[in-house]
């Protein structure tokens, strides 16, 4: 004989129905406690993980306590310890070499470990110009064009640099098509203001030009830096994402203040 379901195993199967199908209702950006917001744009859906250094911390990662580099979020969980419970969202964050290490300027807490690169070349990082997001001292947020930053070699706590440029003062990157035939899952960062960050991540593939409109017309940016594509991860407890089928070098975790 069947029995009737009770009302819990009923929501239970109705919530495991709607996750799988993507059916949640997830947070807006405007909710101040909600780190992560899902945002549809041009036909496209994106992450979107708010950090106001007003009110949280961010740290960038690259090598282990005990040596060697971090390749994902297993390990930057291992590295954490108990601090893990305290992580609102990690990404991705800069280009690396085979081993995992920074290919640009990476610079974590005041120790610069990769000198910044103004040498061209092959890739998505030489595609010039690029950038450098960092962090102050005084823990504001800027985003500068690497031959900016170098001129003006700024105190820096916190620095990674990738490329390219989305976004330049509110103009896309002038090699840019409206929409190229170049599409990958990608991330990215970029600034409402001095003390707010969005970091970004495509749930699906988008080209260059979709991703620096996002920014620009979506989240109202004027400056912003696109991380990396194809190995793009995200770990985002509010959302239930945690990518784990890449190796990466540079991450930015970002945290409770407590």
């Given at each position: 004989?069947?029995?009737?379901r009770?009302?819990?195993?009923?929501?239970?199967?109705?919530?495991?129905l709607?996750?799988a199908?993507?059916?949640?209702?997830?947070?807006?950006?405007?909710?101040?406690?909600?780190?992560?917001?899902?945002?549809?744009?041009?036909?496209?859906?994106?992450?979107?993980?708010?950090?106001?250094?007003?009110?949280?911390?961010?740290?960038?990662?690259?090598?282990?306590?005990?040596?060697?580099?971090?390749?994902?979020?297993?390990?930057?969980?291992?590295?954490?310890?108990?601090?893990?419970?305290?992580?609102?969202?990690?990404?991705?964050a800069?280009?690396?070499?085979?081993?995992?290490?920074?290919?640009?300027?990476?610079?974590?807490?005041?120790?610069?470990?990769?000198?910044i690169s103004?040498?061209?070349?092959?890739?998505?990082?030489?595609?010039?110009p690029?950038?450098?997001?960092?962090?102050?001292?005084?823990?504001?947020?800027?985003?500068?064009v690497?031959?900016?930053?170098?001129?003006?070699?700024?105190?820096?706590?916190?620095?990674?640099?990738?490329?390219?440029?989305?976004?330049?003062?509110?103009?896309?990157?002038?090699?840019?098509?409206?929409?190229?035939?170049?599409?990958?899952?990608?991330?990215?960062?970029?600034?409402?203001?001095?003390n707010?960050?969005?970091?970004?991540?495509?749930?699906?593939?988008?080209?260059?030009?979709?991703?620096?409109?996002f920014?620009?017309?979506?989240?109202?940016?004027?400056?912003?830096?696109?991380?990396?594509?194809?190995?793009?991860?995200?770990?985002?407890?509010?959302?239930?994402?945690y990518?784990?089928?890449?190796?990466?070098?540079?991450?930015?975790?970002?945290?409770?203040?407590?």
């Amino acid at each position: 004989m069947k029995l009737p379901r009770s009302p819990l195993i009923v929501i239970a199967t109705i919530v495991g129905l709607a996750a799988a199908v993507g059916l949640f209702i997830l947070p807006r950006l405007e909710s101040r406690d909600a780190p992560c917001a899902v945002h549809e744009f041009e036909n496209s859906r994106f992450i979107v993980c708010t950090f106001d250094a007003r009110r949280q911390d961010m740290r960038l990662y690259s090598r282990a306590a005990r040596g060697g580099y971090l390749r994902g979020f297993e390990a930057l969980q291992q590295e954490l310890g108990d601090e893990a419970q305290h992580v609102r969202f990690a990404m991705n964050a800069g280009m690396y070499n085979d081993a995992g290490a920074p290919i640009g300027l990476y610079v974590q807490d005041g120790d610069e470990q990769k000198s910044i690169s103004l040498t061209d070349g092959p890739g998505n990082f030489h595609l010039k110009p690029n950038g450098v997001f960092w962090q102050g001292p005084d823990g504001a947020l800027h985003i500068d064009v690497s031959e900016e930053y170098a001129r003006a070699i700024p105190a820096t706590r916190w620095a990674t640099q990738s490329g390219p440029m989305l976004l330049i003062d509110g103009e896309m990157h002038p090699q840019f098509a409206e929409d190229g035939a170049s599409r990958f899952i990608r991330n990215g960062v970029g600034l409402r203001d001095s003390n707010t960050a969005y970091f970004v991540i495509s749930t699906g593939f988008v080209s260059f030009g979709r991703f620096a409109r996002f920014f620009r017309d979506e989240l109202h940016c004027q400056d912003a830096l696109f991380l990396d594509g194809t190995v793009s991860s995200i770990w985002a407890p509010s959302v239930g994402r945690y990518d784990d089928n890449h190796e990466l070098g540079p991450m930015v975790a970002v945290f409770d203040r407590t």
